[in-house]
Antibody, heavy 119, light 110 residues
Framework: EVQVEESGGGLVQPGGSLRLSCTGSGFTFTSHWMHWVRQVPGKGLVWVSRINTDGTTTNYADSVKGRFTISRDNAENTVYLQMNSLRADDTAVYYC????????????WGQGTLVTVSS | QSALTQPASVSGSPGQSITISCTGTSSDVGNHNYVSWYQQYPGKAPKLIIYDVINRPSGVSNRFSGSKSGNTASLTISGLQAEDEADYYCSSYSSSSTWVFGGGTKLTVL
C-alpha cells in the first residue's frame, strides 16, 4: 500500500527554524518527484516546493524562496523541507505529495503536519 | 505566481450536472496540459480526481470529467450525489517551473 507520511510540525517563534520530513513507503521512492503544499486551516491550497527524483532539480514559490530548502534522502525514502526565518504567515498545515509517474498530478498525499509560527 | 481563479461556490441538486471553471493565463493553464483537479473533505487531505486536463485515476468515478479551452479549464460532475459535497481545487504547471492552485470551490449538493 502506498503511503506518504509527514512529521516535524509544531510551534516555533517568528524568525525560527523547523525541518519537516516526509517518508514514503509502498512504492519505488526514487521514481517519483515530490511536492510540498500548504494550507492555512479554512483556506485554500498553496504550492510550496518540488524536487526531482535525484534531488538535483528544485523549485520554490516566491513566498518561500531563499528561506525554505527542499531536499531528499533516497536511501531513507524521505523528503525534507527545511524552513528558516519563519513568519506568522507561514502558519499552515503542510502536506507532502507524490507526483504520479508520467504526469503532473499529485496522486498520494500525506495527512499533513501543522506548523504554527507564533510568539 | 497568481492563484488560478475559481468560483467560490457552486451548488446543484442530486442527479444534476455542475461545472467548475478554473481560469489562468497563457503562462499556465493556456500553455500546458498539466491541469489537475483535487477533491478535499473537511479535515482531510486532498484527493486527485483529474490529471493532465482530462485523465481520471483508477478508482475515480466516471461522473468526473475534465476539459480545457484556452486559459480556462473545467471540471464537470454529472449525476450529482450527496457524497460529492466537498471543496474542489484546480492546479496547473506554470512556465516559471512552479505550480499554482486555484482558490478552491465549495460544492453544495442541495
Amino acid at each position: 500500500e502506498v503511503q506518504v507520511e509527514e512529521s516535524g510540525g509544531g510551534l516555533v517563534q517568528p524568525g525560527g527554524s523547523l525541518r519537516l520530513s516526509c517518508t514514503g513507503s509502498g512504492f519505488t521512492f526514487t521514481s517519483h518527484w515530490m511536492h510540498w503544499v500548504r494550507q492555512v486551516p479554512g483556506k485554500g491550497l498553496v504550492w510550496v516546493s518540488r524536487i526531482n527524483t535525484d534531488g538535483t532539480t528544485t523549485n520554490y514559490a516566491d513566498s518561500v524562496k531563499g528561506r525554505f530548502t527542499i531536499s531528499r534522502d533516497n536511501a531513507e525514502n524521505t523528503v525534507y523541507l527545511q524552513m528558516n526565518s519563519l513568519r506568522a504567515d507561514d502558519t499552515a498545515v503542510y502536506y507532502c505529495a507524490r507526483v504520479r509517474q508520467g504526469s503532473a498530478g499529485l496522486d498520494y498525499w500525506g495527512q499533513g503536519t501543522l506548523v504554527t509560527v507564533s510568539s | 505566481q497568481s492563484a488560478l481563479t475559481q468560483p467560490a461556490s457552486v451548488s446543484g441538486s442530486p442527479g444534476q450536472s455542475i461545472t467548475i471553471s478554473c481560469t489562468g493565463t497563457s503562462s499556465d493553464v493556456g500553455n500546458h496540459n498539466y491541469v489537475s483537479w483535487y477533491q478535499q473533505y473537511p479535515g482531510k487531505a486532498p484527493k486527485l480526481i483529474i490529471y493532465d486536463v482530462i485523465n481520471r485515476p483508477s478508482g475515480v468515478s466516471n461522473r468526473f470529467s475534465g476539459s480545457k479551452s484556452g486559459n480556462t479549464a473545467s471540471l464537470t460532475i454529472s449525476g450529482l450525489q450527496a457524497e460529492d459535497e466537498a471543496d474542489y481545487y484546480c492546479s496547473s504547471y506554470s512556465s516559471s517551473s512552479t505550480w499554482v492552485f486555484g482558490g478552491g470551490t465549495k460544492l453544495t449538493v442541495l
